[in-house]
T-cell receptor
Framework: GENVEQHPSTLSVQEGDSAVIKCTYSDSASNYFPWYKQELGKGPQLIID?????GEKKDQRIAVTLNKTAKHFSLHITETQPEDSAVYFC????????????FGSGTRLSIRP | ETGVTQTPRHLVMGMTNKKSLKCEQHLGHNAMYWYKQSAKKPLELMFV???????ENNSVPSRFSPECPNSSHLFLHLHTLQPEDSALYLC??????????????FGPGTRLTVL
């Protein structure tokens, strides 16, 4: 079946450095790729998303890149800050339906002071 | 606050108990979702409701029974659960489940422990 693989499962970076999280998906028909951030004790919250007709999207310190040929997409966080510490989930939407969204297994990002 | 509330936040129950999880969204959305989040596993979509009608049931055991009395409220009724059902249960809502690009807004979840 369809799946989304996410790496790494844990990531620790020095404050101020960059963090990169990578995901691959299996269904070439996927056309929507959101990233969610989950802080302790809270539900996931959308931080950025990208559609299949775009190769890159930026929003301040975060950016997402998409390579449809290779079927992978990445989240880039620059100038990391303590509040970036959280679990990050990538996802891919199949069959053109939000009810078919498949999530990755998550990356726990820790920012070292 | 995301506009989606869940109660209770924590629940401990025995395998023979019956309990219910409640979700309420204050966003005027038409679609609501139940997810199961287990440690080190991807979020698992359990049920999808659109305008109070169930549109997805992803092979969830019958010991989980959803109910959507109106577009703002969603319940998950639990009975004769197993210890492996212990997890964080997340509720989410979105404007329309058929739209590819609609953002899902999640509640804080109910941490369920089955003894």
């Amino acid at each position: 079946g369809e799946n989304v693989e996410q790496h790494p499962s844990t990531l620790s970076v020095q404050e101020g450095d960059s963090a990169v999280i990578k995901c691959t998906y299996s269904d070439s028909a996927s056309n929507y790729f959101p990233w969610y951030k989950q802080e302790l004790g809270k539900g996931p919250q959308l931080i950025i998303d990208i559609r299949s007709n775009v190769g890159e999207k930026k929003d301040q310190r975060i950016a997402v890149t998409l390579n449809k040929t290779a079927k992978h997409f990445s989240l880039h966080i620059t100038e990391t800050q303590p509040e970036d510490s959280a679990v990050y989930f990538c996802a891919a939407s199949f069959d053109s339906s939000a009810s078919k969204i498949i999530f990755g297994s998550g990356t726990r990002l820790s920012i070292r002071p | 606050e995301t506009g989606v509330t869940q109660t209770p936040r924590h629940l401990v129950m025995g395998m023979t108990n019956k309990k219910s999880l409640k979700c309420e969204q204050h966003l005027g959305h038409n679609a609501m979702y139940w997810y199961k989040q287990s440690a080190k596993k991807p979020l698992e979509l359990m049920f999808v409701y659109s305008l109070e009608e169930r549109v997805e049931n992803n092979s969830v055991p019958s010991r989980f029974s959803p109910e959507c009395p109106n577009s703002s409220h969603l319940f998950l009724h639990l009975h004769t659960l197993q210890p492996e059902d212990s997890a964080l249960y997340l509720c989410a809502s979105s404007q329309d489940f058929r739209d590819d690009f609609n953002e899902q807004f999640f509640g804080p979840g109910t941490r369920l422990t089955v003894l």
